[in-house]
């Protein structure tokens, strides 16, 4: 009950929070969310629908039919969105208390009420979680752990029911369908029984040496294929069959692998600072900024290699003489090895994706806080005072991280204070001063969001995006010469994007030339043939032409694409309840 009000009330502060970074192209601009009719086809398609190259090649089509559902229920209203993520933050914590509960009984029963149940709530309350839960794209890392996590305990436990197995291999494949980072499942089990055995379902420790350990070896090697069966069957049905971002969309596009491994270097040793003092957090942009590209021989590579090589060390000469403190120092490892550039990502490195990885670093906190207290109970028996003293230091360092994670979420409520926030982490980065313009412009602040966007397009002149938003703006203020202008550059720079068309119509219209609106928006159109309001947009034009039929089919088919789309279904219901 404790672990999961921790986890609830360090989120109660996110349930208005409007949409940001990815919420509308992964949610709200994404066409196979906005109707369950799109069901089947969610299984087919790849994520990225309405995604930007970055992201191609993606399938998670577990996480994509949640936001189907959520849509469905409640449209785009950001409650019901941000109320599930945070009910699977719950279940993840609890999860994390029965598995740590599990490891430190197999190893240490006297720590076995104690060790979890610290673990937990660190990781219930930690602020490096903020991004997985109150962003609403988060919930694809809150699913892949889920389904990780769950099936390596599940698999551990099979001992105490033949149907934990199983379920064992269904979480492990839904978890790989929400995020490709599930798939290190198998390789978690493995670290699980070799360094303790008993959480791992195992009668005794791997080995060749006895008949015991044989069978162990063969149990845990056996569950292992059947795991990796699981998380890699799925990979059989993806579009594509692809692994990775296409390599034109790669951070590394063309690097060298020293440079990959150097960059890397650090961004580990980054990933481990924000475990233990995550006081300073931002988004990608923050830390692409922070880690410019590195050689593997440059001396900030390896200073970042003398912080994380010695709790990899750590972790491996432990496996033996101190199995809990192994397991969650390898899990780090293990868990962050979807997301180092191994294989191709469009990002550099991220808060949202520690989120598996800080299951193994609360195990080890949890256990190493546990450990002390009962050192100190043994220095000072009888000493309640010193007990008392040392729960209170638990519990105040605890509320500190509650505090922060309440103060971060703060940060998520709209993209105008998310992004005012990480402007002044990376004053000069064209997106994040593109996005914040966008946010600026939504809120009505034309001349902040000029200021941004010509910040963004002095560094980087050929961005298409801010030349779109740069003609929005100009569009709101009355410059429609100078907004065909922009949207033409915009046009000009990413001739397959939607986008300029369509707000080049928009224009057309103010300036009273509908017939060129029409035919901007049908251009738009066979850019991106399932957008609701690209076809709301021409059938309002349509009907103020006259131009009736073809209005009623355009009206008609926003309607099936966004049965919520509000202002598509009254046209629509005006032209059949009052034909022409």
Excluded at 112 to 129: C, R, S, Y
Excluded at 189 to 208: I, K, M, Q, W
Excluded at 250 to 272: H, K
Excluded at 421 to 435: I, K, M, S, T, Y
Aim: net charge positive.
């Amino acid at each position: 009950m404790l672990v999961g009000a921790c986890a609830a009330l360090c989120q109660v502060n996110t349930f208005w929070n409007q949409p940001v970074l990815d919420d509308g192209w992964v949610i709200f601009d994404n066409p196979l969310v906005k109707t369950l009719a799109n069901v089947p086809r969610v299984f087919l398609a790849e994520y990225n629908v309405a995604g930007a190259p970055t992201n191609a090649g993606l399938w998670r089509p577990v996480t994509t039919l949640t936001y189907a559902v959520n849509y469905a229920l409640g449209g785009a209203a950001v409650g019901g969105y941000h109320a599930v993520n945070a009910a699977l933050h719950v279940l993840a914590s609890l999860l994390v208390l029965a598995w740590a509960r599990n490891v430190v009984a197999s190893v240490d029963a006297e720590l076995a009420d104690t060790a979890p149940l610290l673990a937990a709530l660190l990781f219930a309350v930690h602020p490096a979680h903020v991004e997985a839960v109150a962003g609403m794209v988060g919930r694809a890392e809150l699913l892949a752990t889920l389904g990780a996590l769950l099936a390596v305990h599940l698999a551990g436990t099979r001992q105490r029911g033949r149907w934990r197995l199983p379920m064992a291999l269904v979480a492990a494949a839904l978890g790989v369908m929400s995020k490709e980072n599930g798939a290190v499942a198998p390789l978690l089990f493995l670290l699980v029984a070799a360094a303790a055995p008993g959480a791992a379902g195992l009668p005794g420790r791997p080995g060749l040496g006895s008949p015991a350990g044989r069978e162990a070896l063969l149990r845990g090697l056996g569950v292992a294929l059947a795991l990796t069966l699981a998380v890699g069957l799925p990979f059989l049905f993806r579009p594509g069959r692809s692994l990775g971002v296409p390599l034109q969309a790669s951070w590394f596009a063309g690097r060298p692998p020293e440079v990959v491994l150097g960059t890397m270097s650090r961004a580990l040793a980054e990933y481990l600072r924000l475990l233990v003092f995550p006081w300073e957090l931002g988004v990608d942009f923050y830390y692409a900024a922070r880690i410019p590209f590195t050689s593997a021989r440059a001396p900030e590579a390896l200073l970042a290699a003398a912080v994380w090589s010695p709790v990899l060390a750590v972790g491996l000469l432990s496996v033996r003489r101190a199995p809990v403190r192994a397991v969650g120092a390898l899990w780090i490892f293990a868990a962050l090895l979807p997301v180092l550039n191994i294989v191709p990502t469009g990002v550099l490195m991220a808060e949202r994706l520690l989120y598996l990885p800080s299951v193994g670093f609360c195990l080890w906190a949890g256990h190493g806080g546990a450990w002390a207290a009962r050192a100190a109970r043994r220095l000072f028996p009888g000493r309640r005072s010193v007990h008392l003293a040392a729960s209170a230091l638990a519990a105040l360092f605890l509320a500190a991280l509650a505090a922060r994670t309440l103060a971060r979420n703060a940060d998520w409520r709209d993209g105008a204070s998310l992004w005012r926030v990480e402007v002044a982490h990376a004053p000069l980065d064209p997106v994040v001063n593109n996005n914040l313009a966008v946010s600026l412009t939504q809120k009505g602040d034309y001349a902040g969001a000029r200021a941004r966007l010509l910040v963004a397009l002095r560094v980087a002149p050929l961005y298409p995006l801010a030349w779109v938003n740069m003609g929005i703006v100009q569009h709101r203020t009355g410059d429609l010469r100078g907004a065909l202008k922009s949207l033409a550059r915009a046009r000009e720079l990413s001739p397959s994007a939607s986008r300029p068309p369509y707000f080049t119509a928009l224009v057309l219209a103010d300036l009273g030339d509908l017939p060129g609106a029409v035919d901007a928006l049908e251009r738009s159109e066979a850019l991106a043939p399932e957008d609701a309001d690209t076809r709301f947009r021409r059938g309002s034009y349509l009907l103020r032409l006259g131009r009736l039929a073809e209005a009623k089919s355009e009206l008609a088919r926003a309607a099936a694409l966004d049965p919520w789309h509000r202002e598509a279904r009254a046209l629509l219901a005006g032209l059949t309840a009052y034909p022409p």
